[in-house]
């Protein structure tokens, strides 16, 4: 099976239907479309994007182009840091950013920031925010990586639960 020109592990296959919430105010959303076991739903959520059905106040994933994690790196940070205020209460949180390391290093963007600042400030919310930070390469490839990560949190979390 393909997503998006990437192949998905068989495995994924033989699980069940993981419902993804994606956020109403959600710009240029994902679809997940040809991501196996992945089904979406639009609705209002408190943090993020995107969430998993039946987990929104635990489950979280910011997306960022390039493009916007370059403008909150510039001007947009205390926005940014109230956003991540919220995420840290969540038990899976993440922001994951469609684009490489190359890319940024390549200045592959239109903001005049350094490449080491955009870089910095990845490491800078990982670490001192402690909020991880995704480079997803490109959109397909972000989009495929966040279906994993929200099925891997529905999974780990639906079996504490269970516990």
């Keep these: ?65 390039l493009d916007d994690w370059t403008g909150t790196v510039l001007r947009d940070r205390a926005r940014f840091y109230r956003e991540l205020e ?4 969540y ?25 080491l600042a955009v870089l910095g400030f990845v490491a800078e919310v990982s670490v001192a925010q402690a909020v991880p930070v995704y480079l997803g390469g490109s959109r397909a490839e972000s989009q495929v990586l966040a279906g994993c990560l929200l099925r891997m949190a529905e999974k780990k979390l639906t079996a504490i639960s269970a516990n």
């Design 1 to 65: 099976m393909r997503a998006h020109g990437f192949r998905v592990v068989g495995a994924f296959r033989r699980l069940s239907v993981v419902r993804v919430i994606v956020d109403t105010r959600e710009q240029r959303p994902w679809t997940f479309e040809g991501l196996a076991g992945v089904s979406t739903k639009v609705a209002t959520l408190d943090a993020g994007d995107y969430s998993v059905e039946g987990l929104e106040h635990r489950v979280a994933i910011e997306r960022k182009s």
């Design 91 to 115: 038990a899976f949180r993440c922001v994951v950013i469609e684009a490489s390391v190359r890319q940024i290093q390549e200045r592959r963007y239109t903001s005049e920031v350094h490449p």
């Design 86 to 89: 919220r995420l840290r209460g």
